[in-house]
């Protein structure tokens, strides 16, 4: 019943489609670490802080906003724009050869694209790293190319306010010609499935234990849960 009446679906990448959050924690723990400053603190304290500081702000740049946090916090000399150069340099190799998608995912793509649904990509994610996905990591390349699968891909290049705003998601409807009732939207995270319902479309959540702080309100305002891409199949299988 999941896909009675929809024409497009629509996913987030980090920690939906892809096993990221635990890199991006790793990535910024490298970064502090070369700052000499003050020893890194552990990967949960890493990724609250980030969230809480991406979350709260309140410009264009959230990423920007959160070098300068972390500018100050450790009291590095380098400015905000070349912490966050930093950054994506030691992010390089994680998004080349250590991304990888999340188990079954590949083979839900296909899935739905056998069943002749539109997919579409709206992420928070910065267009670089997605072209890094599309046209370099030969693990995504090698089992679901984000060409093949995808009918458009749109990262946080692509809006102006990132989600919990809906507005990537009103743009897709727009251009694919669809009410709401005929998307669906799968997310991990609590801003995520903010996005959806704010968008008023049904939202399914993959589950991802970096979201668990937010599992209980996550669970309360999605419209379906699974553990894992496995168990979507199963219960695709089984509405037949």
């Known amino acids: 019943m999941m896909l009675e009446g929809k024409k497009l679906v629509i996913f987030d990448l ?11 924690n790793e990535i910024d723990r490298e970064l502090i670490s070369t700052f000499g400053t003050q020893p890194a603190p552990d990967l949960k304290t890493i990724q609250t802080e ?3 500081i991406i979350n709260d702000a ?9 070098c ?3 500018k100050v916090r450790y009291a590095t000399p380098l400015d905000a724009q070349s912490l966050y150069d930093e950054r994506y340099r030691i992010a390089d ?33 910065r267009g670089k790293n997605v072209e890094i996905y599309r046209t370099k990591n030969h693990r995504i390349l ?11 891909v749109y990262s946080r290049n692509d809006a102006e306010h990132i989600k919990p705003d809906p507005e990537i998601h009103l743009r897709l409807m727009r251009e694919f010609n669809v009410t709401p009732q005929e998307c669906l939207i799968f997310e991990d995270s609590l801003v995520g499935v903010q996005a959806a319902k704010a968008a008023a479309v049904e939202c399914a959540v993959i589950y991802d234990m970096y979201s ?4 209980q309100e996550i669970n309360q305002l999605a419209n379906y ?9 199963e219960a695709i299988e089984a509405s037949k």
């Open 58 to 66: 309140q410009d264009a740049h959230p990423y920007i906003t959160y």
């Open 68 to 70: 300068e946090y972390l």
């Open 93 to 125: 190799d994680f998004l080349v050869n250590r991304v990888d998608y999340k188990p079954s995912a590949p083979e839900f793509l296909k899935a739905l694209k056998a069943r002749g649904l539109k997919l579409a990509v709206a992420s928070t994610t």
């Open 225 to 233: 849960q699974f553990d894992n891409f496995s168990a979507v199949l």
């Open 212 to 215: 668990d702080d937010d599992r």
């Open 50 to 52: 980030r969230d809480r």
């Open 14 to 24: 980090d920690g939906t489609l892809l096993d990221t959050v635990g890199l991006w």
């Open 142 to 152: 090698e089992k679901a190319p984000f060409d093949e699968m995808f009918e458009v």
